[in-house]
C-alpha cells in the first residue's frame, strides 16, 4: 500500500470504481476515461510502481491469468492489452496495471 496512490485506494475501496472482477491478488475495473467501448485495467492489489518493480513470476501469473478469466466472462475474444512504463511510454499512474481494450479495431504500430 503507497498511502498516495490512487489505485491503492481503490483496491481499498476508499474511492469508489467500477469493479468487474477481484480475487485474493487482482482487482479489475472500468478506466474512468476509456477509449474504446471495452476499456478496463487490470492490477495486483499489492502495490508496485511499474513493470520494472514485479519481484515475482507469481505476480506475472496473478495478473495476466487473470485477463483470459475477465474477457470470457465478457464474451470477448479479440482484445488489446497494453502496459505503459514510465513517463515517456505514456504511464500516468504509477501503480502497474494492464489496459484491456475491446470493441473497436485498434491499429499497429501505437501512436
Ligand atoms: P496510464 O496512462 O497507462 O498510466 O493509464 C492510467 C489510466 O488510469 C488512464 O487510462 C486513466 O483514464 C485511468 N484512471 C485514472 N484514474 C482513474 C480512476 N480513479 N478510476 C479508473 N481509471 C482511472
Ligand atoms: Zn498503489
Known amino acids: 500500500m503507497s498511502?498516495?496512490?490512487?489505485?491503492?485506494?481503490?483496491?481499498?475501496?476508499?474511492?469508489?470504481?467500477?469493479?468487474?472482477?477481484?480475487?485474493?491478488?487482482v482487482v479489475a475495473f472500468n478506466d474512468l476515461n476509456p477509449t474504446a467501448p471495452i476499456h478496463?485495467?487490470?492490477i495486483p492489489k499489492k502495490h508496485y510502481?511499474?513493470?520494472n518493480d514485479i519481484d515475482s513470476?507469481?505476480?506475472f501469473a496473478n495478473i495476466f491469468s487473470a485477463i483470459p478469466k475477465i474477457t470470457s466472462k465478457l464474451?470477448?475474444?479479440?482484445?488489446?492489452?497494453?502496459?505503459?512504463t514510465g513517463k515517456s511510454?505514456?504511464?500516468?499512474?504509477?501503480?502497474?496495471?494492464v489496459h484491456v481494450?475491446?470493441?473497436?479495431?485498434?491499429?499497429w504500430p501505437a501512436g
Open 40 to 42: 478496463f485495467l487490470v
Open 101 to 107: 481494450m475491446a470493441g473497436r479495431e485498434f491499429t
Open 75 to 84: 464474451g470477448i475474444k479479440e482484445y488489446r492489452t497494453v502496459i505503459n
Open 3 to 25: 498511502s498516495d496512490c490512487i489505485f491503492c485506494k481503490i483496491v481499498n475501496k476508499e474511492i469508489p470504481a467500477e469493479f468487474i472482477y477481484e480475487d485474493d491478488n
Open 49 to 51: 510502481d511499474s513493470l
Open 89 to 97: 511510454a505514456g504511464q500516468t499512474v504509477f501503480h502497474i496495471h
Open 57 to 59: 513470476k507469481e505476480a
